[in-house]
């Protein structure tokens, strides 16, 4: 039972930092995407 508790344990930190690496390595991407967008929209609708 306190393998199994402790296996649950381990499983739930490994998904936290493979989210956090996740979050690390893709959050620039997506903010320099939302700003390119940003930039693109006011382009294409400034006259």
Same mark, same amino acid.
């Given at each position: 039972?306190?393998?199994?508790? !402790?296996?649950?344990?381990? !499983?739930?930190?490994? %998904?936290?930092?493979?989210? /956090?690496? #996740?979050? %690390?390595?893709?959050?620039? /991407?997506? #903010? ?10 006011? #382009?294409?609708? #400034?006259?």
């Amino acid at each position: 039972m306190e393998a199994e508790q !402790r296996n649950l344990v381990m !499983r739930i930190l490994k %998904t936290a930092l493979s989210l /956090f690496v #996740a979050a %690390t390595v893709l959050g620039p /991407f997506v #903010a320099l995407s939302a700003y390119a967008a940003t930039i693109l929209a006011a #382009a294409v609708v #400034a006259p």
